[in-house]
Each structure stands twice: as structure tokens, then as C-alpha cells.
């Protein structure tokens, strides 16, 4: 009994230290891939339903790697926000977002994500003046979409980072809205230019009342506070009319496109591509 309860704890012993070599070799994967140029832009359409057309696209991260393909920013943007690396990593994907998003008709507005860890820095905000400088992408064509984690524990740091990113111009979002603890006290707190309505609550309006109810009151909270808003993960015409009948101006989702590379998003946009 004794020598397998020593077995078993060798055992155990060896998948942690395999588990951990994985997770190393991973961390060194993600600095690699920065300076080999593995990371690639997609970009997803925003539509605007009064308009109908599309007034903006939010930049997603890709990772396309040598041996595994593409991966998912669910899969590396936590780790490298754990490893420091995201600072870095969000500077490269603002200026690269920007520099692509100057081509694009003035109307078009370029979302960008900005991770907690990005707030840490202190350089955030001269580095958003410098992508913007560089690239020529004028500060009111450009939103910052943060998650409610930024504004958590009062962060007074945080928050005067915000306002001095609000007074360059751009525009800031609420990313996610209704899947945090608090999301309505954030309203309060600071004057987000956009709310962006989680997909889980999208996903399930034509089918569940309660979804539907809750985006009706969401809409009708962004309207009274003149605040725009957004429905994210809209997969079908159905959802797309539900929310359109509620008075919802802008959506994003599947329906209208999958993220997709600059270069199909350049011609969906009717402009020439850049090389
Ligand atoms: P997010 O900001 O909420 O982005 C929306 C996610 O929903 C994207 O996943 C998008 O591909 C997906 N999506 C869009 N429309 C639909 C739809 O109709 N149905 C479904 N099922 N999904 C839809 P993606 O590209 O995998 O990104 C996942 C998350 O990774 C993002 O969520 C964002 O939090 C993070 N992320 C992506 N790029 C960046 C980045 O450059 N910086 C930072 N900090 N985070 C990023
Ligand atoms: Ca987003
Ligand atoms: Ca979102
Ligand atoms: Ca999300």
C-alpha cells in the first residue's frame, strides 16, 4: 500500500511538472510569435440598422501559428496578460489597427479591445496618441472597448486614464454589458460613449422572454443616458428584426459577417486593399 501511495504521488508529481513545461514552452511561444510576426488582424462589421450600412469594425486578434494553426485569443490573451506580454502585444495591435483602418471610408470606425493589464501601463495614453499620429486614423473614427473589470475597486488610476483618453477624442465602450456583477453602477461612474449587449443575452431573445425583457430595458437605458447601443453575436434575420423592431441601432454579428482579414474587410467596404 505504502509504495503505491508513493506511485501515485510520483505520478502526480510528473503531470504537474509536464503540465507546467507545457504552460512554459507556451510563454516562450508568445514572445516568439511577436517578433516572427505571427499575429494577424480580423476585423468584424458593425451595422448600423438605421443607416444600413456599416459604421465600424472591431479588430480581433489572431494568432496563426506555424504548427497549430490558428488559435484563439481565448487561448493566449489571458496568459499573455498574466506574463506582462499584453502590453507589448496591445501596443502592436493598436498601431496595426490603425495604420489598416486609415484606408477605410471616413464613415467606418475602427474598435479596438483593450485589455485590464493594458491599464497598468502608464505610457497607454501616449501610445494610443502615437497610433493614431502614425497612422493618420482621426481620434473620433476610434473606440476603446474595455470590460467592467477595468473600472473594478474604485481603481482611481484607471479611471483618470479613461478621462484622458476620453479628451483625446475617442470614444470609449462598455464591452460585454450584463455579464459582470455591477455593469449598471459602472454606467455612473464614467460617460462610456457606446454599451455593447453580451451575445449570451442575444443569443436567446427570440426563445426566452427574459433575455428579450432585459434587452428592451438595456436599450431603453441607453437611449434615456444618450448612449449608443450595440447588440452583440446576432447570428440570424430573426434576431437581426426582433432587435431591429426594438428600436436597437447597431448590431454585430455572424449574420452580418464573420471577422475576417483586412483585406476581404477592405473590399467589403469598397476600398483597395493595402499590401
Ligand atoms: P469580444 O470582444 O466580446 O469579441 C466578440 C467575440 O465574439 C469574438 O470572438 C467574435 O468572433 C465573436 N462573435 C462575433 N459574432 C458572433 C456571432 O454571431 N456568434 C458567435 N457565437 N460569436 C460571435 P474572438 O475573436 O474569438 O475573441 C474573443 C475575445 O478575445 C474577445 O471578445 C475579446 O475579449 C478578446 N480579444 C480579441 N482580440 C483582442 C485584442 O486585440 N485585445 C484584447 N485585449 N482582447 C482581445
Ligand atoms: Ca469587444
Ligand atoms: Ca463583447
Ligand atoms: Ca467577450
Known amino acids: 500500500a505504502k509504495a503505491d501511495g508513493r506511485g501515485a504521488f510520483h505520478f502526480f508529481e510528473r503531470a504537474m ?52 494553426g490558428m488559435v484563439s485569443p481565448a487561448d493566449f490573451i489571458p496568459i499573455a496578460e498574466e506574463i506582462g506580454l499584453i502590453v507589448q502585444l496591445g501596443e502592436w495591435v493598436l498601431r496595426q489597427a490603425c495604420a489598416e483602418a486609415a484606408t477605410w471610408p471616413d464613415h467606418v470606425r475602427l474598435a479596438v479591445n483593450l485589455s485590464p493589464a493594458q491599464f497598468r501601463d502608464r505610457a497607454l495614453v501616449s501610445t494610443v496618441v502615437s497610433a493614431l499620429a502614425v497612422s493618420g486614423l482621426p481620434a473620433q473614427r476610434l473606440e476603446l472597448e474595455i470590460t467592467e473589470s477595468v473600472l473594478l475597486q474604485d481603481n482611481v488610476a484607471n479611471m483618470s486614464m479613461l478621462h484622458d483618453l476620453k479628451a483625446l477624442g475617442v470614444r470609449i465602450s462598455m464591452d460585454d454589458f450584463g455579464t459582470g456583477y ?48 450595440t ?38 467596404l469598397g476600398v483597395e486593399a493595402r499590401d
Not at 505571427?38 to 506555424?66: I, K, M, S
Not at 434575420?237 to 477592405?266: H, K, M, T, W
Open 17 to 68: 511538472d509536464e503540465e507546467l513545461q507545457a504552460r512554459r514552452a507556451l510563454e516562450l511561444d508568445l514572445r516568439r510569435a511577436l517578433t516572427a510576426g505571427e499575429f494577424q488582424l480580423y476585423y468584424q462589421p458593425l451595422y448600423h440598422l438605421g443607416d444600413d450600412r456599416v459604421t465600424g469594425c472591431e479588430a480581433l486578434l489572431r494568432w496563426n501559428h506555424p504548427d497549430r
Open 182 to 229: 455591477s455593469s449598471l453602477s459602472y454606467l455612473r461612474s464614467f460617460p462610456f460613449d457606446k454599451i455593447k449587449i453580451d451575445q449570451t443575452f442575444v443569443r436567446d431573445i427570440l426563445e426566452d422572454s427574459d433575455a428579450m425583457a432585459i434587452i428592451k430595458a438595456v436599450l431603453d437605458l441607453g437611449s434615456s443616458l444618450g448612449i449608443v447601443t
Open 231 to 268: 447588440a452583440e453575436g446576432v447570428e440570424t434575420v430573426e434576431q437581426l428584426n426582433a432587435l431591429r423592431d426594438q428600436g436597437c441601432a447597431e448590431i454585430q454579428g455572424y449574420f452580418i459577417s464573420r471577422p475576417a482579414p483586412a483585406s476581404e474587410i477592405a473590399r467589403l
